[in-house]
């Protein structure tokens, strides 16, 4: 068994595919899906189920993953740690964002960071925000922005994130400096799946509205488009919104939803991590 095999592992398993997988490790399929035979071989067990959708963990993989994120998290912070001792600021950082922090939020942080830390290699993950809180409670992110909590897990409030209505540019219920809730719900609605359904999904329960809901779209670009041509309405994170984007018009919503954006570590981050939770607190 080596460290190879286990980082392989722990990317597989985030991902869900082994050419994904072997972009992000900078190797090739053929030499992911051979240290993952050659894992299942010497452990006895079958660890990924494989499938034309992608790869799973099975019930086996699952434990040996947790396993394989904790070994490999002692083994980087053994590496920082002695890094550090040498006066050496090096290392790896792999940051899990969700959606509207990576638009606008963590860009400045990322810039201001690798300026103090050029030696220290960033990577950034994005996901759903239930997503990125499994990376960062198994061990396959070091640190990341959350709107919800886990065990075990040290955060502090990088910012405020108001919902707010998306229509299309010239929509009747863009006429009023407001939005109801319940008047979107007569709309045809564009669902956003990156993470904030929850909180719509709360937002309209409390308004006492039901969404009609004809598409459920991730990703932010697609879903302004979508909203321009006149194809529905929908209610997004502003942070994720664009200061501009044509044929479309954002008002505040009522109720007023606001969530907050978290940035969230371990109980014992990283080196690295820690420094930057740091920094990002000058930004909070």
Do not use: K
Not at 18 to 29: H, I, K, W
């Amino acid at each position: 068994m080596t460290f190879t095999q286990l980082r392989i592992l722990r990317a597989v398993a985030r991902t869900g595919n082994m050419t994904r997988a072997a972009e992000e490790l900078d190797t090739t399929q053929s030499a992911v899906s051979h240290a993952l035979r050659a894992l299942e071989r010497e452990l006895g067990v079958t660890l990924l189920v494989r499938g034309g959708a992608g790869v799973s963990l099975t019930a086996a993989g699952r434990a040996v993953c947790h396993r394989a994120s904790l070994i490999l998290t002692q083994l980087e912070a053994l590496e920082q740690e002695a890094a550090a001792a040498r006066g050496d600021d090096a290392g790896s950082l792999r940051v899990g964002v969700i959606p509207s922090a990576n638009a606008r939020l963590l860009p400045p942080i990322l810039r201001a960071y690798g300026q103090a830390h050029p030696r220290v290699r960033l990577t950034v993950i994005e996901g759903s925000d239930d997503e990125v809180l499994e990376w960062l409670v198994t061990g396959a992110v070091d640190v990341a922005t959350v709107t919800v909590t886990g065990p075990g897990l040290t955060t502090f409030p990088l910012a405020r994130d108001r919902l707010l209505a998306v229509l299309p540019s010239g929509h009747g219920l863009g006429a009023g400096p407001e939005v109801a809730v319940t008047d979107l719900a007569r709309q045809p609605f564009i669902m956003s799946t990156g993470g904030c359904e929850p909180f719509i999904a709360e937002l309209a329960r409390q308004a006492g509205a039901s969404l009609r809901c004809h598409y459920r779209v991730r990703d932010t670009g697609s879903i302004l488009a979508m909203v321009a041509e006149g194809l529905g309405v929908s209610i997004m994170p502003e942070l994720s919104l664009p200061a501009r984007f044509p044929g479309v018009a954002v008002l505040p919503v009522v109720p007023q939803a606001v969530r907050t954006v978290l940035l969230a570590l371990p109980a014992d981050p990283l080196p690295v991590a820690a420094a930057f939770a740091e920094l990002a607190r000058s930004f909070a």
